[in-house]
């Protein structure tokens, strides 16, 4: 199927008919991840949310971050 580009506000968007979004079992404000494939096209597929995946990037981010003095100890400092 041919599908029109469009422009969308300052954006450019593709209408996808309500056939083949019914088919994988998406609607409006699902999320999809694109990506490019080698020969030039596109392929949108939906993204699953991953509890699992997103606690673990959390974690990760979490003990990559610096643990420095807490906040309140310094301003309680600068107010003697």
Known sequence: MNLLISKWGNSLAVRIPAEYLRHVGLSEGDQVEASLTVDGGITLRAAKWDR?????EIAHKRDAMPMTEPVIDELRRGAR
């Open 52 to 56: 699992r995946a997103f606690a673990e």
